[in-house]
């Protein structure tokens, strides 16, 4: 399995970005994907997961302004983001569980600043 991800960059404060996550390999559209974040000094933190099933689930501080899909003909996960803060930078992981095992894509960094 093989996850790339896509969409970082540097935005303004209130502004919008959409992070990519295209899977390859052995996965299916049972397998839960989603995305972690790591800013500088910080632990990686869960952002937002969706289930098989299309079950959706966000850490607090994004509730209302993330939103996660997956489209399962494409193999592709996004993590539409708006109203970004300063404190939403960082890079952002997508991840994929299948049997058993957690894979990482390799990290897109998203930069909030004026």
């Known amino acids: 399995v093989q996850l790339q991800a896509s969409g970082g960059g540097l935005v303004q404060p209130g502004g919008s970005l959409r992070l990519s996550c295209a899977a390859s390999?052995?996965?299916?559209?049972?397998?839960?994907m989603g995305w972690y974040r790591q800013a500088p000094g910080n632990e990686r933190e869960l952002v937002a997961a969706i289930t098989g099933a299309g079950s959706r689930n966000y850490v607090d501080s994004v509730k209302g302004r993330f939103t996660i899909s997956r489209d399962n003909a494409k193999k592709t996960v996004y993590l539409q983001m708006n109203s970004l803060k300063p404190e939403d930078t960082a890079v952002y992981y997508c991840?994929?569980?299948?049997?058993?095992?957690?894979?990482w894509g390799q990290g897109t960094l998203v930069t909030v600043s004026s």
């Open positions: 991840y994929a569980w299948v049997v058993g095992n957690r894979y």
């Open positions: 390999g052995s996965i299916f559209s049972r397998n839960d």
